[in-house]
T-cell receptor, first 117, second 112 residues
Framework: DTEVTQTPKHLVMGMTNKKSLKCEQH?????MYWYKQKAKKPPELMFV???????INESVPSRFSPECPNSSLLNLHLHALQPEDSALYLC????????????????FGEGSRLTVL | SQQGEEDPQALSIQEGENATMNCSYK?????LQWYRQNSGRGLVHLIL?????REKHSGRLRVTLDTSKKSSSLLITASRAADTASYFC????????????FGGGTRVLVKP
């Protein structure tokens, strides 16, 4: 199984809603990532978990809250978002833990398209 | 800020032609990777080239790396309509804690 699965594929939420994005991989990868991508822009790193511990938070606003319940799962909890947070949210995983000398290939999910009204 | 800058930003070619895109970066790298993204989809890894390598091939893809010029190129030979996508370079540098940072991307349109 070489897949990273993200749910839901599409999400529409109001600014007062609380929702979650979910990501799952069963490749035994040790690092998992959240990226945010706006239209016609490159992915921007938000969070990195390595060995289930938060390694990187790229100064992301607290209305985004990551969680790594176990080595296969990664969640992104959303609360009180703004319309400018509308974007494609991509989850990725890599075999080695974050910060090793040879950052290898990232395996990406298909993304969750978020629209904030 | 972006580590990699890609050139051109957009490219339109006929099926069967070759497509070349370039990536320049600023700091020393451990490796450089190329990814493809079809519209609205996830990214797919194409090739990883290490800092001590100069050229790699994978099928119709050829990647070169010139560390003295801090640049890389991706060549797609005999392009197909299915190659229509955005292509991103991404660099991993020790200075950035081996964080993978993506360039701005090249949008490639292959016309049948």
């Amino acid at each position: 199984d070489t897949e990273v699965t993200q749910t839901p594929k599409h999400l529409v939420m109001g600014m007062t809603n609380k929702k979650s994005l979910k990501c799952e991989q069963h490749m035994g990868h040790r690092a998992m990532y959240w990226y945010k991508q706006k239209a016609k822009k490159p992915p921007e790193l938000m969070f990195v978990y390595s060995y289930e511990k938060l390694s990187i938070n790229e100064s992301v606003p607290s209305r985004f809250s990551p969680e790594c319940p176990n080595s296969s799962l990664l969640n992104l909890h959303l609360h009180a978002l703004q319309p400018e947070d509308s974007a494609l949210y991509l989850c990725a995983s890599s075999q080695e833990g974050y910060g090793t000398a040879n950052t290898g290939e990232l395996f990406f999910g298909e993304g969750s398209r978020l629209t904030v009204l | 800020s972006q580590q990699g800058e890609e050139d051109p930003q957009a490219l339109s070619i006929q099926e069967g032609e070759n497509a070349t895109m370039n990536c320049s970066y600023k700091t020393s790298i451990n490796n450089l990777q190329w990814y493809r993204q079809n519209s609205g989809r996830g990214l797919v890894h194409l090739i990883l080239i290490r800092s001590n390598e100069r050229e790699k091939h994978s099928g119709r893809l050829r990647v070169t790396l010139d560390t003295s010029k801090k640049s890389s190129s991706l060549l797609i030979t005999a392009s197909r309509a299915a190659d229509t996508a955005s292509y991103f370079c991404a660099t991993a540098s020790k200075a950035a804690g081996n964080k993978l940072t993506f360039g701005g991307g090249t949008r490639v349109l292959v016309k049948p």
